[in-house]
């Protein structure tokens, strides 16, 4: 009909074709996402979660040197504080590393670390298992048992086999503590072969680890493959009269696995976008 204009399909005003926007190519997009999911990375272990390599056998058997554990940082952002039967990694609260060696790392081992990883050879850190928090009275006599306010502990199914869960020498190894409010007492599970709480009692805190030092809860063995396993609380300290409180929920899952989630709905919307 007279008077009518139509545009064809494809076209725009004026009869002129349209460009199609072709979508960018993948390696050109690869830096871009391989930058996000390191962005993703940093924060995951600065907020989240962190790897941390195992240095020496005083959790043995529960944990061997070189194992590498996820830690998760998440929960004490929210206010939680470590409970009794946790396997925690903290801050050395007061030169408990002193004398032990230390590795220069490699570009790549620094560049891991900085990503989460792999522990930075920077931080002084141990990890050990809580046994009493702020109001214990802790008591160790002769071999055993470990009691926790009055209450002995069944401590078989984290003890090094052939260990005591007290050692008969006079260097810490029989003890009677009351924990401070705000602080936690650490043992290792290779009660013979660990300088925990115990022999530590002639620094500034006591033996004590401050509650502020603890960098979270090791939640899960991730490496090597054939160690994978949770770090769940023993039923022993969930016994009558120990208070002890539910463990909060830890997060099993790598940095590496979350920044790849992370990059997924990225490139949807940027192909959406195309």
């Given at each position: ?24 190519s993948f390696w050109k997009e690869l830096p871009i996402l391989i930058g996000i999911a390191l962005v993703l990375a940093l924060l995951i272990k600065t907020f989240l979660v962190q790897a941390f390599s195992i240095p020496s056998d005083s959790m043995q058997n529960t944990l ?150 603890v960098v979270g809860r090791a939640v899960v063995i991730a490496w090597p493959v054939n160690r994978w396993d949770n770090l769940p609380v023993p039923d022993t300290f969930d016994q009558s009269g120990l208070n002890a409180q539910p463990a909060a929920a830890g997060l099993p ?22």
């Amino acid at each position: 009909m007279t008077g009518e204009h139509t545009t064809a399909e494809g076209q725009g005003p004026g009869g002129t074709a349209r460009t199609a926007r072709k979508p960018r190519s993948f390696w050109k997009e690869l830096p871009i996402l391989i930058g996000i999911a390191l962005v993703l990375a940093l924060l995951i272990k600065t907020f989240l979660v962190q790897a941390f390599s195992i240095p020496s056998d005083s959790m043995q058997n529960t944990l061997q040197q070189g194992d590498r554990v996820l830690v998760d940082k998440l929960t004490p952002w929210f206010g939680s504080e470590p409970e009794r039967g946790e396997v925690v990694v903290f801050h050395d609260p007061d030169n408990w590393l002193a004398g032990e060696p230390t590795t220069e790392p490699n570009a790549l081992q620094t560049f891991l670390s900085w990503i989460g990883l792999m522990p930075s050879a920077e931080e002084k850190d141990l990890i050990k298992r809580v046994i009493g928090v702020g109001g214990d009275t802790i008591e160790c006599k002769n071999t055993g048992p470990l009691t926790v306010n009055g209450k002995a502990l069944d401590e078989k199914s984290y003890v090094y086999a052939g260990n005591t869960p007290c050692s008969v020498d006079d260097q810490g190894g029989q003890f009677k503590v009351k924990v401070p409010e705000g602080y936690i007492w650490v043992m290792g599970d290779h009660r013979q072969n660990s300088r925990d709480s115990r022999y530590n009692q002639s620094d500034a805190h006591h033996g004590m680890v401050p509650v502020k030092d603890v960098v979270g809860r090791a939640v899960v063995i991730a490496w090597p493959v054939n160690r994978w396993d949770n770090l769940p609380v023993p039923d022993t300290f969930d016994q009558s009269g120990l208070n002890a409180q539910p463990a909060a929920a830890g997060l099993p899952t790598a940095p590496q696995g979350l920044a790849l989630a992370g990059v997924v709905p990225v490139v949807w919307w940027r192909r959406r976008k195309q």
